[in-house]
């Protein structure tokens, strides 16, 4: 088992940054790639960004291209979603989430995950 816990949501203006935390305990050598989601009630959840834990490999969903980064420390088993220039439409719970399986572009799909975190709520005003 994995254990996720995210940290670092918060109540932003348009514009401004937060940076998010992902601290994973267990059999965290189980698992190949870490991947941020976010969800808004009733919306469906869209993947947003995804790194390889061995060679940092990054993939982000368009919609936050040039404004988000992923980063990991693997030797706090801790990785980050950096969110700058951030827009009402960024507003949702995110989740950090691991897995093992799959690759590629399928990281930013849920189906590629097995663990998932509670989720920090990031709301963004105008």
């Known amino acids: 088992q994995v254990q996720l816990v995210e940290s670092g949501g918060g109540s932003v203006q348009a514009g401004g940054s937060l940076r998010l935390s992902c601290v994973a305990s267990?059999?965290?050598?189980?698992?190949?790639?870490h991947g941020w989601f976010r969800q808004e009630p009733g919306k469906e959840r869209e993947g947003v960004a995804a790194i390889y834990t061995g060679g940092g490999v990054t993939y982000y969903a368009d919609s936050v291209k040039g404004r988000f980064a992923v980063s990991q420390d693997n030797a706090k088993n801790t990785v980050y979603l950096q969110m700058n220039s951030l827009k009402p439409e960024d507003t949702a719970m995110y989740y950090c989430?691991?897995?093992?399986?799959?690759?590629?572009?399928?990281?930013?799909?849920?189906?590629?995950?097995?663990?998932w975190g509670q989720g920090t709520q990031v709301t963004v005003s105008s």
């Open positions: 989430a691991a897995g093992w399986k799959y690759g590629g572009s399928r990281l930013l799909k849920g189906a590629a995950y097995n663990y």
């Open positions: 267990g059999y965290t050598y189980s698992t190949n790639y």
